[in-house]
């Protein structure tokens, strides 16, 4: 069975940082494209991140583009998102996804909440 | 930088077509993927390439594209279908772009 489960979200400063985790089991994680999806409270869906089966292409939404870094560790089946200068738009479930070999999302984790606020 | 439109509500009554449009350019290239999500749960794919249906999705729930606009339908549409429908598609399969959602009311 896939399983992904995200961690790490929790309650930061503006301009501070913070780093999501996503472990992944139930299937050949070296083997799929990787994303991160958020939505903020009451929002709808946005995608974040993509990196791909070894880790060389790497992809962001424009608005995270310098601050957000995606990163995997294919030895410990887990995908990463190093958040810095963190805004209070950036306030959201993170959802970890895996995405088949047609580039669908069709595995999500449960999430992980992110609060920026003072 | 490229978008998807939907309609924000669409409501059917138990049993009756619920059709939920996605507009944007890049649909013309690109595959379409709908997503249905419950409260306080995550996303689950119902329906990719335009109109393929993943494995344990109930038959009434289907796709169809034409031009820059992709339709998920749901024939016969039940109480449990009650949710929030997200199209999503990508530019050259890696930059994704979801639309705005379309919250689904049956009753």
């Not at chain 1, 410990?76 to 047609?102: F, H, I, P």
């Amino acid at each position: 069975e896939v399983q992904l489960v995200e961690s790490g979200g929790g309650l930061v400063q503006p301009g501070g940082s913070l780093r999501l985790s996503c472990a992944a089991s139930g299937f050949t994680f070296s083997s799929y494209w990787m994303s991160w999806v958020r939505q903020a409270p009451g929002k709808g869906l946005e995608w974040v991140a993509n990196i791909k089966q070894d880790g060389s292409e790497k992809y962001y939404v424009d608005s995270v583009k310098g601050r957000f870094t995606i990163s995997r560790d294919n030895a410990k089946n887990s995908l990463y998102l190093q958040m810095n200068s963190l805004r209070a738009e950036d306030t959201a479930v993170y959802y970890c996804a895996r995405m088949n070999s047609g580039y669908d999302p069709d595995y999500w984790g449960q999430g992980t909440l992110v609060t920026v606020s003072s | 930088s490229y978008e998807l439109t939907q309609p924000s509500s669409v409501s059917v009554s138990p049993g009756q077509t619920a059709r939920i449009t996605c507009s944007g350019d890049v649909l013309a290239k690109k595959y379409a993927r709908w997503f249905q999500q419950k409260p306080g749960q995550a996303p689950v794919l119902v329906i990719y390439k335009d109109s393929e249906r993943p494995s344990g999705i109930p038959e009434r729930f289907s796709g169809s594209s034409s031009g820059t606009t992709v339709t998920l339908t749901i024939s016969g549409a039940q109480v449990e279908d009650e949710a929030d429908y997200y199209c999503y598609s990508a530019a050259d399969n890696i930059l994704g772009v979801f639309g705005g959602g379309t919250k689904l009311t049956v009753l």
